[in-house]
């Protein structure tokens, strides 16, 4: 406790209120803001409380406690930062392309970024929001100790419904940016959509390949 | 935890030490009922610090109110001479 060690300290309603409200006060500022850094503010609120939420195991449960505040309904399990900035945002000025887009570069923040880097530095760096490689690599955690992922791309090589070009470039740089992951959780799994555009390892039963094995 | 939060936990901690009702509290357990009274008048907030830990700091409102009083204590400081 001493050296700041919470875990003992539960959240009441009104203390996850208490940060709903924080973090809706940080939206109201960036649309004050003219700054066209200001959502950085915003992202670092989420990003921090979810992270937090997230090292005492509790981040699912939490995200639906939100939404229950909320008066959101959530028929499957929520993802927490999505839920976060749906509990928080003005729907009016935030479409569902937006948040989803925030949410996933979150996401992928939490994964990669060291934690002493500003959220802000670790989005520039990778690129900025919307054309950096946080938004390229969608994640979602399966099963076998979490560390397989399926990915979801907008490139796909037969997207339904989909209007974006799907270019042998473009299938290429994403397949680098998957490997980049897999190598960093430990060499786990690359999907079928992408085997064939690293090469040299054996593939796996479905298609996909095992980057270390 | 922070300064701000420290000086709060400390202060509430004495004052719970000097009530004389057969209870000594411990340490911990003033700092985090104080803690869990601040984060739900939305004056700290939990985070990760830099070591991967969990820990305290003022919210930005806290840290706001704060700047208010000393700027204000300083004016009328000001004033006085």
């Not at chain 1, 509790?58 to 959530?74: F, G, I, M, P, Q």
């Not at chain 2, 700290?44 to 991967?52: D, H, P, Q, Y």
Request: negative net charge.
């Amino acid at each position: 406790m001493h050296n700041g060690e919470a875990t003992t300290i539960p959240l009441s309603t009104e203390a996850m209120r208490a940060n709903l409200l924080r973090l809706e006060r940080e939206w109201e500022m960036v649309q004050e803001s003219r700054d066209r850094d200001a959502i950085y503010g915003y992202l670092t609120a989420v990003f921090e409380l979810v992270v937090c939420w997230a090292k005492e195991g509790k981040a699912v449960r939490r995200a639906c406690r939100a939404l229950y505040l909320r008066r959101h309904n959530s028929e499957r399990e929520p993802e927490p930062f999505a839920a976060l900035i749906l509990c928080t945002a003005d729907r009016g000025k935030l479409d569902d392309r937006m948040s989803s887009k925030w949410s996933r570069v979150l996401r992928y923040a939490a994964e990669f970024k060291d934690l002493d880097e500003p959220l802000r530095d670790f989005i520039k760096r990778k690129g900025g929001i919307t054309r950096g490689r946080c938004d390229k690599v969608r994640m979602m955690y399966v099963p076998e100790d979490g560390v397989k992922f399926l990915y979801q791309s907008k490139f796909r090589p037969n997207p339904p419904n989909s209007t974006q070009t799907c270019t042998e470039q473009n299938l290429k740089n994403e397949a680098a940016i998957v490997r980049e992951y897999c190598e960093w959780r430990g060499g786990e799994y690359l999907p079928p959509a992408f085997a064939r555009h690293v090469g040299g390892h054996p593939v796996d039963d479905d298609g996909g390949i095992r980057i270390k094995d | 935890m922070d300064k701000i939060l420290q000086e709060i936990a400390d202060e509430a901690y004495e004052v719970a030490r000097l009530r004389r009702n057969g209870v000594q509290p411990t340490r911990d357990r003033v700092f985090a009922e104080v803690l869990a009274e601040l984060e739900a008048n939305g004056d700290a907030m939990r985070f990760v610090n830099s070591k991967g830990r969990i820990a305290w700091k003022a919210t930005p409102r806290l840290r706001d109110y704060l700047k208010d009083l000393e700027l204000e204590a300083e004016e009328d400081l000001e004033d006085e001479f």
